[in-house]
């Protein structure tokens, strides 16, 4: 099985901050890669697919980057509500998912 | 507008058989899969399977082999998934998700969750 490890595990940080959040692959997923967004009670959103496509609606202050085992997501400007929890999750090889960053406001 | 709607909260015994239902409106419900993904309280996504709603087609992760199954039926554009032999590690939301036709990719729409608590 793939292992995606996140890192931090948690994130504080303030309105317009530039946040980024890095995923690492076991292996190598090429670009085989997706990012969500997940607020308390809700389900998750996607945010990024093939590592680096913003998905429809989603704001361009949102970008993915990386290829092979390691991954990022950048948050621009970070703004009130983006305070949540992000996953990644691979898909080359069925589907696993990272343990999660939560973003909290400093 | 694409919807996935599930079935209500389900409280079982261990042991015990849970069926939850995902009815998807707002596109051709034949040309994508389904994925169901669970999450425990406090846990990270964990994958259970996926089907294909063109031809039936399964993979489910190798953890749950043998007591999962997932079935759809298209005349109501329902996906459907079952655990068997419940454990109180069971004790999860479980989401339905759009996927791919033919193998998992990223999921973009998703259903609201189904709470199973198992206890006895």
């Known amino acids: 099985d793939i292992q995606m490890t996140q890192s931090p595990s948690t994130l504080s940080a303030s309105v317009g901050d530039r946040v980024t959040i890095t995923c690492r692959a076991s292996q190598s997923i090429s670009s085989w890669l997706a990012w969500y967004q997940q607020k308390p009670g809700k389900a998750p959103k996607l945010l990024i697919y093939k590592a680096s496509s913003l998905e429809s609606g989603v704001p361009s202050r949102f970008s993915g980057s990386g290829s092979g085992t390691e991954f990022t997501l950048t948050i621009s400007s970070l703004q009130p509500d983006d305070f949540a929890t992000y996953y990644c999750q691979q898909y080359s090889s069925y589907l696993t998912f990272g343990g999660g960053t939560k973003v909290e406001i400093k | 507008q694409v919807q996935l709607v599930q079935s209500g909260a389900e409280v079982k015994k261990p042991g015990a058989s849970v069926k939850v239902s995902c009815e998807a409106s707002g596109y051709n419900f034949t040309t994508y899969g389904i994925s169901w993904v669970r999450q425990a309280p406090g846990q990270r996504l964990e994958w259970m399977g996926w089907i294909s709603a063109d031809n039936g087609n399964t993979n489910y992760a190798q953890n749950l082999q043998g007591r999962v199954s997932m079935t759809t039926g298209t005349s109501t554009s329902t996906a459907y998934m079952e655990l068997r032999s419940l454990r109180s590690d069971d004790t999860a939301v479980y989401y339905c998700?759009?996927?791919?036709?033919?193998?998992?990719?990223?999921?973009?729409?998703w259903g609201q969750g189904t709470l199973v608590s198992v206890s006895s």
């Open positions: 998700a759009r996927d791919g036709r033919y193998s998992s990719g990223w999921l973009d729409y």
